[in-house]
């Protein structure tokens, strides 16, 4: 693969080359007094937090020549690189609260610097692992989950005094986080639960009485208003498709029924941001995979849809005068990136005058939107020749209705030389976002078809339960499908067929090429699962205890979970195999990409192992994943041009 690494990006990809090395702006979060944003970037390498003056006249940030000094001191893992991947500003705006993951690993810290970079300090740092909630409303306390060394898989869900140290436990539970403490420090709201099956509970600070919001959630967050007197719940929780709900509490054990706020049918809410005033929130919706963003008067209801660009929202933040949305996204050809979009004001309208919910989109509600400002714009040059992705639908062999998203190469009809490519999760959501790999693979000639398979999210709560424990078979069956769907249509050659996935993508992978070896020329596993009892035995704790619902009990179904992996039928596989995984990963640990390649080699199978010495689960670095696409496209073009030998040959 030497040839394809060292060659001259633009010469192999043509208009995806600037793709691959291309920087990401992420989580534009403003200071509690308007006059500071910090985001997080890899302009130099990895992931870093950034802050810099936000110019009240809408003009562009400029962004430091250096990030803030954010590093645990007093941890495990303190030695490894820094990797921010979450910040949040306390109230007070002193602090910038950020979560570190080393190396991009699970071993999570949370670090709050002043934002000068002049002091700094770790929370919890004995801990195996710290992640980052929500703040107390006067900045003195974080809401934090920690993870104690030793510990069986439960999270402490804590408020951490930030001046001493000192700890007052709200929950514990599989993945409990503090999402919210209500303007008058009454009350707090914690998640709880495993995946799947969440729950929100409202906590008395005072009196210590616990009240049970919902349950048996996939979505669970929640947010106060301004006053502390409504709760707002984004949550699919009795309903098919998240959306926004709100109960008001009383002065004592009171909490109203729940009333809709925002709901879509058949449209998921992906994205909830309140304004500093309490009047407005912005949100995202899932269209087909396409975000629409959507302010909302939280008064009178009436809706007005904003510009739909970026094609993905990943987040949004009013600025603190309430005039912009600073929001974060990607697109198809464009990098992770911030935009700045002036908001309309809105008419007051008394609550009792409040236009029908089918009228709320109405024209006349639509003032003139401001263009959309670049405000730390991703560079990425050539956009125009890339590849857009479009929509797919295909059966699975049961009759399911699926979806997917498909490059074809420019050029002839095909047919083409065709990879499958299978995201994580499984509950994530394949979307026509950035996809620097998709796109180097199109631009070499080979068809794309990203499908989401059953269990996938943003199409309900009955398609994302389809795969749970023993029905995971009939999601395997759905990539032969999706297979059967690019050859029968003539958009791929039947010989000329690969697979490929990240994490739970990557298990999704191997099993593929165990169940069907004769539909493959190639595959790649990135970080997946080869053996699931002993994914179990070497995970995180609290990644495990979180995860039964999904693949199953290590204890109750072994036998099923035994008969799911990969490895127990790796002698199966007859294709040319890369494994890519990185080697401070301890979510899918580095052990199960060894036992996969370890299993091949013995038998003299083709494989190879593209270890990552710096990385964890998730590639930080962006060169290091700009390596990654080189590498992986030009082992799968090179497999694909030979094509899919018979099996009765390979012994």
Not at 139 to 146: E, F, H, M, W, Y
Not at 227 to 243: F, I, K, N, Q, S
Not at 342 to 368: G, H, Q, W
Request: hydrophobic share 40%.
């Amino acid at each position: 693969m030497a040839g394809v690494r060292d060659a001259p990006a633009h010469l192999l990809f043509g208009s995806a080359g600037p793709l691959l090395d291309a920087p990401a702006r992420t989580d534009p979060v403003p200071s509690p007094d308007g006059s500071l944003l910090a985001w997080i970037s890899d302009v130099g390498g990895r992931p870093r937090a950034y802050a810099a003056p936000l110019p009240a006249d809408g003009s562009p940030v400029v962004e430091p020549d250096r990030p803030l000094p954010v590093r645990p001191s007093r941890s495990p893992g303190a030695d490894l690189p820094p990797d921010v991947t979450s910040i949040a500003w306390s109230p007070d705006g002193r602090w910038l609260a950020c979560e570190i993951a080393p190396a991009g690993g699970e071993r999570t810290r949370v670090v709050v610097i002043a934002p000068d970079g002049s002091d700094q300090q770790e929370i919890a740092p004995s801990a195996a692992a710290v992640k980052l909630g929500a703040w107390s409303p006067t900045g003195r306390a974080v809401g934090v989950t920690i993870h104690p060394a030793g510990g069986r898989g439960d999270g402490y869900a804590c408020l951490v005094d930030v001046r001493d140290g000192s700890s007052t436990v709200l929950a514990v539970g599989p993945a409990a986080v503090v999402c919210g403490v209500g303007g008058d420090g009454r009350r707090a709201v914690v998640r709880i639960g495993r995946r799947g099956d969440r729950r929100l509970e409202l906590i008395d600070l005072r009196s210590g009485r616990r009240i049970e919001l919902l349950a048996g959630a996939t979505v669970a967050a929640a947010r106060f208003g301004v006053t502390g007197r409504t709760l707002y719940l984004h949550t699919d929780a009795g309903r098919e498709h998240p959306a926004l709900l709100a109960v008001t509490l009383g002065e004592g054990d009171e909490v109203s029924p729940t009333r809709v706020v925002a709901a879509r049918d058949g449209q998921d809410l992906d994205l909830v941001a309140l304004d500093p005033g309490g009047v407005r929130a912005a949100l995202v919706w899932n269209a087909g995979g396409c975000s629409e963003l959507e302010l909302t008067d939280l008064r009178s209801a009436r809706r007005v849809a904003m510009p739909s660009s970026p094609e993905i929202v990943t987040g949004a933040s009013f600025t603190r005068d309430g005039a912009a949305l600073l929001v974060a996204g990607h697109g198809h050809a464009a990098a992770p990136h911030v935009l700045r979009l002036a908001l309309p004001a809105f008419s007051t309208r008394p609550e009792n005058d409040r236009p029908p919910r089918d009228e709320s989109r109405a024209a006349e509600a639509r003032p003139e939107i401001a263009r959309l400002t670049p405000l730390l714009p991703s560079v990425v040059p050539g956009g125009e020749g890339l590849v857009r992705p479009v929509a797919e639908g295909f059966t699975g062999e049961d009759g399911l209705a699926l979806s997917g998203w498909l490059l074809r190469p420019p050029g002839a009809d095909g047919p083409h030389p065709a990879l499958i490519w299978l995201h994580g999760g499984p509950e994530a959501e394949e979307r026509p976002g950035f996809a620097p790999l998709l796109q180097a693979l199109a631009a070499r000639g080979v068809a794309v078809l990203a499908p989401n398979v059953r269990g996938s999210g943003g199409r309900g709560r009955t398609f994302s339960h389809a795969d749970d424990l023993d029905r995971r078979a009939f999601s395997i069956t759905d990539v032969r499908a999706a297979v059967s769907h690019l050859t029968g249509t003539g958009l791929a050659d039947p010989a000329r067929v690969a697979v490929a996935g990240r994490s739970y993508g990557g298990y999704l992978t191997l099993a593929a090429l165990t169940r069907f070896p004769e539909l493959f020329a190639a595959g790649v596993d990135v970080c997946g699962m080869s053996d699931l009892p002993a994914f179990y035995d070497d995970t995180e704790p609290w990644i495990g205890a979180a995860a039964t619902t999904k693949y199953g009990d290590p204890h109750d179904d072994a036998a099923l979970l035994a008969a799911l992996s990969p490895l127990r039928d790796a002698a199966r596989i007859t294709a040319p195999l890369l494994v890519v995984h990185g080697g401070h990963d301890t979510n899918v640990p580095l052990g199960q990409a060894r036992a996969i390649v370890d299993a091949l080699r013995g038998r003299d199978a083709p494989v190879e192992l593209l270890l990552l010495d710096d990385e964890g689960h998730e590639v930080h670095d962006r060169h290091t994943r700009a390596r990654v696409v080189r590498d992986v496209t030009g082992f799968v073009v090179d497999a694909l041009r030979r094509g899919r030998a018979d099996p009765l040959r390979r012994g």
